[in-house]
């Protein structure tokens, strides 16, 4: 079963580097690198962000799932 990933973390973190072994790791069909809030959410694809996971507020959360690393706490 293919999953619709907004993958958080911060700039710097290694998401694009590791973008393989992430969409493996959530078995997503495609990679959206540098994904925005304005930008249309792809079924099945593993979007990377480093938008902070406060800011998702109200941004459709049951199309996807918001999976956040390396923000402080």
Request: net charge positive; charged share 20%; aromatic share 10%.
């Amino acid at each position: 079963m293919t999953k619709t990933i907004i993958f958080s973390a911060p700039q710097g973190w290694g998401k694009t580097r590791n973008k393989a072994k992430l969409r493996a790791e959530f078995g997503c069909k495609q990679v959206i690198d540098g994904w925005s809030l304005d930008d249309p959410i792809q079924k099945n694809g593993l979007h990377l962000t480093n938008v902070p996971p406060g800011q998702f507020r109200n941004n459709k959360p049951e199309l996807y799932t918001l999976v956040s690393r390396g923000w402080p706490s």
